[in-house]
């Protein structure tokens, strides 16, 4: 059975603090990506990875940084956490030629700022 | 640039019936690929029904079809004979070839919660 898995369900962290949210794919898919979902705006892309060590910025990357050390493992990092980053977050991983096959997510995970 | 629009922010069914979710999209891309996933209360992300722009014939997915008219830029899914289980969060969502660059991004639409009674 196909997964996605991410390190946390639920995290609480303060303003400040850096953030590091883990998504683990066991399907040895080369594309790996890191979206937030906010009510009224759907998914909206933050970074994406095509192959181990390379990243490409998404929509969204402004407080944001990621790390693809392995295949399998794609990072997601807040250096400096805000309120306004509260927010749910979805990891997906896809095979590589992505535009004709779905992605798969993980379960996601409920990020609280204070 | 992508652009998906759902414009229907929340939308009522009773159970058994057919419903329509509407999603309109815009690329320049000629080859570009939609999706439909269903997301639950519990928040996890279900793939229900891919369309390709090339395919001739809209696709279906047991009581999941996709109404796909190219020309109107349009890609509605129709869900027949709807369940309880049916009640989520359902997102239209699009990838572009953009020659082999994209690596499949999804742009998504702002998403429409079904909500079926008894």
């Known amino acids: 059975d196909v997964k996605v898995t991410q390190s946390s369900r639920y995290l609480v962290k303060r303003t400040g603090e850096k953030v590091f949210l883990e998504c683990v794919q066991d399907m040895d898919h080369e594309n790996m990506f890191w979206y937030r979902q906010d009510p009224g705006l759907g998914l909206r892309l933050i970074y994406f990875?095509?192959?181990?060590?390379?990243?490409e910025k998404g929509d969204i990357p402004e407080g944001y940084s990621v790390s693809r050390e392995k295949k399998e493992r794609f990072s997601l990092i807040l250096e400096s956490a805000s309120t306004n980053q509260t927010s749910m977050y979805l990891c997906?991983?896809?095979?590589?030629?992505?535009?004709?096959?779905?992605?798969?997510f993980g379960p996601g995970t409920r990020l609280t700022v204070l | 640039a992508q652009k998906i629009t759902q414009t229907q922010p929340g939308m009522f069914v009773q159970e058994k019936e057919a419903v329509t979710l509407d999603c309109t999209y815009d690329t320049s891309d000629p080859s570009y690929g939609l999706f439909w996933y269903k997301q639950p209360s519990s928040g996890e992300m279900i793939f229900l029904i891919y369309q390709g722009s090339y395919d001739q014939q809209n696709a279906t997915e047991g009581r999941y079809s996709l109404n796909f008219q190219k020309a109107r830029k349009s890609a509605n899914l129709v869900i027949s004979a709807s369940q309880l289980g049916d009640s989520a969060m359902y997102f239209c969502a699009m990838s572009v070839n953009a020659g082999g660059t994209s690596y499949g991004k999804l742009t998504f639409g702002q998403g429409t919660i079904l909500t079926v009674h008894p």
């Open positions: 990875s095509y192959d181990v060590k390379m990243k």
């Open positions: 997906a991983s896809s095979p590589r030629l992505a535009w004709r096959n779905e992605q798969f």
